[in-house]
């Protein structure tokens, strides 16, 4: 028999760390060259396996693949593309056995978050319903940090330490400011129904003056009478108010502030807007003179600040995967499972990719303080050790991050036929 | 006759390095203590003088003092404010004189941009026109990097370097999903009439797989159909299309792009949403799925991500200050005098305040490529240097930077009346 080679892409959203993942998926594999033969990534995600586009990691020198860990986004692309499920489009099952059968590969690694873990476990199912033999291993990364079992997702722990240092830094400016200037700042973060990246700016509290004064949740229905109130008050009693407002504020009804009106390839609402939505209103109903930001793809892009944690996490998340496969297990993800919060201890876990599908951890109600607007000290124990440690990219001369790009040079294609992919 | 104290002031939108210019002027100050007896920080900038709301440096330890070159913002406040001339508000100087006067004061240095030179060339008119002593120096600032004879204005080559890392990274994230998901990024930053911050994105370019594709100049009349065109062609070639917008950016009637109807102190209008504003023309004439950012104060403010050599030049330009009010100079500024753009060597020199004073260094049309859309080899070569070195703040073990937060303490007021700041 043969060895087997293995399948690796990324997929959703991209982080600052995904590529570390990468490079433990790939560093782990060459020390395994009896049981894994090459790393074929696949390019733009699972659409790599669909349109037999691979991508030939052996081809790649070690400082290559090692820089990965330094490099933030998808270096062989990713996707937003949600296999059906097996009954309502076989033919795209049986176009991923193809190409796996064609390109010899044994192991399927799919990076990513809750959508991208249900494609992983539909195509565990080809084992059994298909009878195509393949060992598939989920492994987790969202910036929302929504996966449910793992203590945190790679991605996270970045975006929360580009949230908690960049509102640090503006509140200092606004309260530089405010005595002639701007009184109100409204920074948009992301997190669509969880608002873990909207807590981290509540890290930044204790050391910067008591700001961000309010943050706005998607767990919190938002009441615009009582957000007035407690701008104007803020604005009263410290002379300005800094904000943090999820992307995904609600209204009562569940119906999103700032709708864009667009949809993703998952079928959600593409958002942004909600500062500028804010701001308005702070102008309009309370005559206060504002500034906001959009981070939008900057913070989960900010691979020059990204947290020490997240990095070895992203890592290690990446390598264990690998060892999974070898031992023998199959449809599962590999998760991080917390010891102690201070000091932070963690070891390695996994869970069924059944259990994980499509399941949405959003931000505890406890983590939230009673009135709202803030994170409690539970939440701030859980948030600070993912924050914790400066992973810095090396830099050139010119003062820029030494990112790497990997060529995406595809392996020859084995089958006749293009697939379309709907 | 005592030893004269100073007064120093931080002016007008603050910056990531405005306090290692305050931590020039007050370690330096402290060196020649027979020459200058204490350094009074206004508070709030000029309104501090206009209100008596001094705060005493000599009271701030050394390592606090010594924090200030890795903390942004403005640690004593910033005001906008601008002083009206001599004939139309001689209450204001008497009010200013009283206020040297009460606390012996015969130093002023004025920390800002182009209005705070002209505030510093105004009190500087006092000596003559109204008899009282005093040594005026401004201290250039402005992350808009649109002072005239000074090489750069500190605060520049931070928000240079954080726009061209950003975007960058931003690009990276791009690349990875456009295949199936955002086509086109748009980042908007400062800049309200000068370019310079948006052409720092260019420095990019090459490392970035040639983005950012696309800047937006405001000393480029902005074209509707010649910027639809080339969104088109660009994605149609690179398969995406990555922007950088001015928030000054304005059509071929001086009109900006989005103007949001507010001025600030200075009558200067208040800018922000170019970058929704292009979105949106981009999803509706071109329909291509699109994200952008809006940095705002995120981009003033990084101090995690200065620049080395604007972290240098900020502190010098302080010390210098210092040196040429000793040397006897008044109503002057220091500045940079470039020597050389690689190896890059520099030197300081001084040139007199009234030829300052409100005078704007736009981009100069041979650093914006002929189409427009882009930076010259010429332009690349005078902003490489300025972003060069990465100067990190410390870290606390919890993932935050140690920025200092200094004591508003004031010194007991001399003068009975208050006076009403108009």
Known sequence: MTVKNA?????????????????GVIE???????????????????????????????TLAPSLISALKHTPAGAFGSC????????????????LIAVFQAHNIGYFFYNGGGDSQDTANKVSQISQEMGYPITCIGIPKTVDNDLPFTDACPGFGSVAKYVAVSIFEASLDVASMAASSTKVFIMEVMGRHAGWIAAAGGLAQP??????????????????????????????TKGYCVIVASEGVQDANGKFLAESGLKDAFGHSQLGGVAPFLAQMVKKELGLKNHWAV?????????????????????????????????????????????????YRWHLSDVALSKVANVEKTLPRDFISADGYGITPACRAYLEPLIAGEAYPPYDHNGLPQYVHLPHQLIAKELKEDFAVA
Chains 1, 2 share one sequence.
């Open 7 to 23: 399948f690796y892409a990324q997929s959703g959203g991209v982080t600052a760390v995904i590529n570390a993942s990468a490079c």
């Open 295 to 343: 981070a939008d793809y900057l913070q989960r892009a900010a691979r020059h600040i990204a947290s020490q944690t997240d990095v070895e996490q992203a890592y290690a998340l990446g390598k264990h995967a690998v060892e999974l496969a070898l031992a023998g297990k199959n449809a599962v993800m590999p998760i991080i499972v917390r010891e102690s919060d201070s000091p």
């Open 80 to 95: 937003r593309y949600k296999l059906k499920g097996l009954k309502e489009n076989r033919e795209e099952y049986e176009r």
């Open 207 to 236: 050391v910067a003056l008591g700001a961000p004064h309010l943050i706005l949740f998607p767990e919190i229905p938002f009441n615009q009478a009582d957000f007035l109130k407690r701008v104007q008050e803020t604005v009263n």
């Open 28 to 58: 782990t594999a060459r020390l395994h060259p009896t049981k894994i033969h090459k790393v074929f990534a696949g390019r733009n995600g699972i659409l790599g396996a669909l349109k037999e586009e691979l991508i030939d990691t052996s």
